[in-house]
Nanobody
Framework: QVQLVESGGGLVQPGGSLKLSCAASGSIFSTNAMGWFRQAPGKERDLVASITSGTSTYYTDSVKGRFTISRDNAKNTVYLQMNNLKAEDTAVYYC????????????WGQGTQVTVSS
């Protein structure tokens, strides 16, 4: 079973930056698109960014121009560089393999908490 380990979250001020990492095991990483999801209290878990095994990327409108997703297939790791963070970015961030906007793996990692507050 592929394991997902998210890290890099923390408490930052509005306008600050964080870089999240998601390490995965197994061969699925290099052969599937990967995505970052986030879930705030009282809200659904939504896809915010994804990247294919090539160079194609997707971003939800609210993070365009601020977030950048990338992947290192040799390290089985996907990253999310988050700049100009806003309070509304506060959430637990999760990663998963994705088909379009749909998660593929039947489980989630522990997630990493991102809190943006002054």
């Amino acid at each position: 079973q592929v394991q997902l380990v998210e890290s890099g979250g923390g408490l930052v001020q509005p306008g600050g930056s964080l870089k999240l990492s998601c390490a995965a095991s197994g061969s699925i990483f290099s052969t599937n698109a990967m995505g970052w999801f986030r879930q705030a209290p009282g809200k659904e878990r939504d896809l915010v960014a994804s990247i294919t095994s090539g160079t194609s990327t997707y971003y939800t409108d609210s993070v365009k121009g601020r977030f950048t997703i990338s992947r290192d297939n040799a390290k089985n790791t996907v990253y999310l560089q988050m700049n100009n963070l806003k309070a509304e970015d506060t959430a637990v961030y999760y990663c998963n393999a994705v088909l379009g906007s749909v998660p593929i793996l039947p489980y989630w990692g522990q997630g990493t908490q991102v809190t943006v507050s002054s």
